[in-house]
């Protein structure tokens, strides 16, 4: 059965950093293109990141550019976003999600898996 489990969450500081994982099981990621999205309260879900299925492509938005890195390791089926830097505005809930295919898709709609989210809080 195709799993996403997100982890990694929880309360930061403004300034402080955060990993989140995305552990995938029933499938292998070698052909998956993987994305990182968050939705705050009463606002959409929004495209923070994301990698190709080599992982030789990354996209970010704009507002987490030069703070997040996103990454995979194939090896272990797990996807990261290591944020840095964390501002107020980052507090969310932080979703993985998984398309077939070799490039990186920035659409929400294209993903075909979604993980169950993980809360991020960044507040003093």
């Known amino acids: 059965q195709l799993q996403l489990v997100e982890s990694g969450g929880g309360l930061v500081q403004p300034g402080g950093s955060l990993r989140l994982s995305c552990e995938v099981s029933?499938?292998?990621?070698?052909?998956?293109?993987i994305g990182w999205f968050r939705q705050a309260p009463g606002k959409e879900r929004e495209r923070v990141s994301c990698?190709?299925?080599?992982?030789?492509?990354?996209n970010y938005a704009d507002s987490v550019r030069g703070r997040f890195t996103i990454s995979r390791d194939n090896t272990k089926n797990t996807v990261y976003l290591q944020m840095n830097s964390l501002k107020p505005e980052d507090t969310a809930v932080y979703y993985c999600?998984?398309?077939?295919?070799?490039?990186?898709?920035?659409?929400?709609?294209?993903?075909?898996?979604w993980g169950q989210g993980t809360q991020v809080t960044v507040s003093s």
């Open positions: 990698i190709s299925s080599s992982g030789g492509s990354t």
């Open positions: 999600a998984v398309k077939v295919g070799y490039v990186c898709y920035v659409q929400r709609f294209q993903y075909d898996y």
């Open positions: 029933g499938f292998t990621l070698d052909y998956y293109s």
